[in-house]
């Protein structure tokens, strides 16, 4: 049977709490086969809750295979908790594990005990996001057709991931040359893991305008030692960021994959037959980025008398029945309306405003503006980075799921910020 379990913790060291649940639950043979990314979330307070109660929540969600029963499982949660040190006092105290049953298939079950699926499942945005990066399409028994996605759009914010930029590249438009050797790219990565990064996204060529295109071999050669690095380095923590790899080329997606990534970014859009048997045959998410160059060719842009949100609207309607037609699983696809690829200042500005719109056709939405040259008709402010920061709470506000960032630590802690204070409905 599989089934989808929640956990949060929010007292002590929370990173470790949750990844010593893990190991409880498959040294109790309990199959873990994916997990999502860790998302903070503020604390769910009652009315007139202790100061010190106000505790963020460190969540996160796993789909599992079991041959237990139901009942069985909640004895195994309850044992877990107790071994770990929860106590169940009043509802809202600080817990240093949470573990809940969120869905057993599709069964539905009432008791003194325990209900199934979990009640509020569709009503909380800390167990919606990790829920929706495994399966956005799945629906819940009892609540009718609509989607985990749909669910999220009726939230006052849907939480993001955030997924940090590496750019193993000399000609970057942006960091181009910082990160070429280990010994610097480490750092940069160890700061993104410590801000709180979802997804590490590795690109080996830069599509910036005037660029010169690359072989496949070529880009192999510049990431495929670090991505190897970079693997070792995560192996074996159980609570690691996804990692992504960039790129249009399908030997270096099939390499990257061989490796064990958990993503492919596609600037080609998942249009090339390659790619397609390759997003079919693997289990990794893929990104399909709409373009109409690579790399991008100012001169060459989405016609000014059409709405180029509707126009990527249409794109995406007509790649939805081709992917379905091909028999890709569409909860593993993200689409990624490509900003500043064929898209003019204003077009760009025009997409980021809606954003969320996307959303309605399904699928996850990855958004990457960040630093890019229309971000400075935002202002005489030159300071790309903040005004990233500010465009992307704007993304968050809109529900995006993913927003790719070159400063991870600085938007983390603008979104906390900004999520601890935004008004619940």
Known sequence: MQIYLGLGSNLGKRRHQLGVALEMLEERGINIDQRSPVV??????????????????????????????????????EEIHSTMGRKDREPGCPRPIDIDILLWGKKR???????????????????????ISMRPLLTVPGLGKKTLIDWSKELSHHIPLWMGILNVTPDSFSDG???LNWQDIEPHIEAMIAAGVHIIDIG?????????????????????????????????????????????????????LELGVDMINDESGLTSPEMIKLAKESSADWVAMHQLTLPVNPAITISNDSRPEKLLQSWLEDRLESWQSEGLDLNRIIFDPGIGFGKNHLQSLEILRHAGEFRDYGLRTLIGHSRKSFIKSFSINNDRDLLTVGASLSLCEQGVDIIRVHDVPSHTAAYLGWAHSVRKR
């Not at 106000?54 to 139901?70: D, G, H, K, T, W």
């Not at 209900?115 to 569709?122: A, G, K, M, N, V």
């Not at 190897?228 to 690691?240: A, C, T």
Request: include cysteine.
């Open 177 to 179: 040359g910082e990160y």
């Open 204 to 256: 080996g060529e830069s599509t910036r305008p005037g660029a010169k295109p690359l072989t496949q071999k070529e880009v192999w050669l510049r990431i495929g030692d670090i991505l190897k690095k970079i693997m070792i380095k995560i192996q074996g923590n159980p609570l690691r960021p996804l990692i992504s790899v960039d790129t249009y080329h399908p030997m270096v997606a099939r390499k990257a």
């Open 40 to 77: 903070e979330s503020p604390a769910a307070l009652p009315a007139n809750a202790p100061t010190e109660w106000s505790r963020p929540f460190l969540n996160l969600a796993i789909r599992c295979e079991v041959s237990c029963s139901p009942m069985e499982m909640l004895t195994l949660i």
């Open 109 to 131: 079950l009432e008791n003194d005990g325990l209900i199934i699926p979990h009640p509020r499942l569709h009503r909380r945005n800390f167990v919606l996001t990790p829920l």
